[in-house]
């Protein structure tokens, strides 16, 4: 039976028993190709391997591979359920007088570089393989069309881990407003990243299935303010309308109490620490069992996400030979590396890039 109010797909098994036919609109719809993230994960659950490991989605795991509920958000949510608040649409989609609140800042990029330039500008990744570095920001900053608007991740860049050091913010910085260029930032993981919430810019609080977030315009005054956000709302009446509100409530509930956002401030960098161990002693492992490659990009690079420099074909042995699942370019979650499989991680990595 189909529930209303969700996207739901209907079969008709009480026709088959009675021996009728049944005609559906949709018996020509051909089946969609599996996402490259999600795809990972269903073959990762059909795995019987005791030692399968899931380096595909990039969502916070501790130590034991479960999802991590952060002890401040525990806290917090019991406060709202107290205050008796109502589920009605929020009041006022705004946060500030020129942000509004978002359900998705990756939708609002694309959406914004439609609104602002007519055009989405061409890219191409910052990453090259074989070195696992930053390479061609300042190459494609300096050609592409004045006026166009840049994608940015302020920090643990995903999907790949490598972040411009400070003096590459500032080369980039001094092209960006040389070229008139328009700077979107997509800001997901303040703190998670070095354990430093002022250093890394921006709030996480784990709540993937609370999607939280924020679209914001620095104007130049009050009037421009309100015409920037008089087109915001067309756009947002269409996409969501109103955006959820209880990720919103647990957010400014943490951030309005100091003792609530201290202890925030230390689930943070907990999290933090752990991928940073595991890094460092992945690399270490990889160093001890002799591997002629430098792993030193593993350690380098920052955030959940780390591009390994694997291909393809090392990526299909990985997942075929040792049941360790990732996408196909070398890019894994170190979410998914733990104190309990990292040997085992090491071990098959090194085994299929001798």
């Given amino acids: 039976m189909c529930q209303t109010g969700q996207v739901s797909v209907c079969d008709q098994p009480e026709l088959v028993e009675r021996g009728e036919s049944f005609r559906s609109w949709w018996g020509a719809v051909q089946m969609g190709p599996p996402d490259v993230i999600l795809g990972v994960s269903e073959a990762y659950k059909k795995d019987s ?7 595909g989605v990039g969502a916070y795991r501790d130590d ?3 999802p991590f509920v952060l002890p401040s958000v525990k806290k917090a949510s ?60 300042l190459e494609d900053l300096s050609k592409i069309p004045e006026r166009s608007i840049v994608l940015l991740h302020a920090c643990a860049h995903n ?16 092209v960006i407003k040389k070229r008139s260029l328009y700077p979107f930032f997509d800001m997901a993981y303040q703190g998670f990243a070095s354990g430093d919430v002022n ?4 709030a996480n609080m784990g709540l993937y299935g609370e999607r939280a977030g924020a679209f914001s315009l620095i104007c130049a005054d009050k009037d421009e303010a309100d ?7 067309i756009l947002i009446r269409p996409m969501y309308s109103n955006p959820p509100i209880h990720g919103a409530r647990l957010v400014a509930e ?7 956002r201290k202890e925030w401030l230390a689930d943070v960098k907990l999290m933090a620490d752990r991928i940073i161990s595991v890094r460092s002693t992945l690399q270490n492992n990889l160093k001890k069992l002799g591997s002629a490659r430098n792993w030193s990009h593993i350690t380098d690079q920052i955030g959940m996400f780390c591009f390994t420099g694997m291909n393809q074909q090392q990526c299909e042995r990985l997942t075929k030979e040792f049941s360790v699942y990732l996408t196909k370019d070398g890019r894994i979650s170190m979410a998914g590396v733990t104190s309990k499989n990292v040997d085992y991680l090491a071990q098959a990595i090194h085994e299929v890039t001798k």
């Fill in 254 to 260: 943490i951030l309005s109490d100091a003792s609530l």
């Fill in 199 to 202: 250093k890394d810019a921006l």
């Fill in 159 to 174: 999907p790949t881990g490598v972040d411009p050091k400070p003096e590459q913010w500032a080369e980039m910085s001094a």
């Fill in 78 to 137: 019991p406060r709202l359920v107290e205050k008796n608040l109502d589920h009605e649409y929020s009041p006022d989609r705004r946060k500030r007088p020129n942000s509004a609140k978002t359900a998705s800042s990756l939708r609002w990029a694309r959406t914004a570089s439609t609104w602002q330039v007519g055009r989405t500008p061409p890219s191409r990744p910052s990453v090259e393989p074989a070195r696992c570095a930053s390479e061609g920001a």
């Fill in 49 to 55: 391997n005791p030692k399968k490991i899931n380096l």
């Fill in 64 to 66: 034991n591979g479960k």
């Fill in 227 to 233: 015409r920037t956000m008089s087109q915001i709302k």
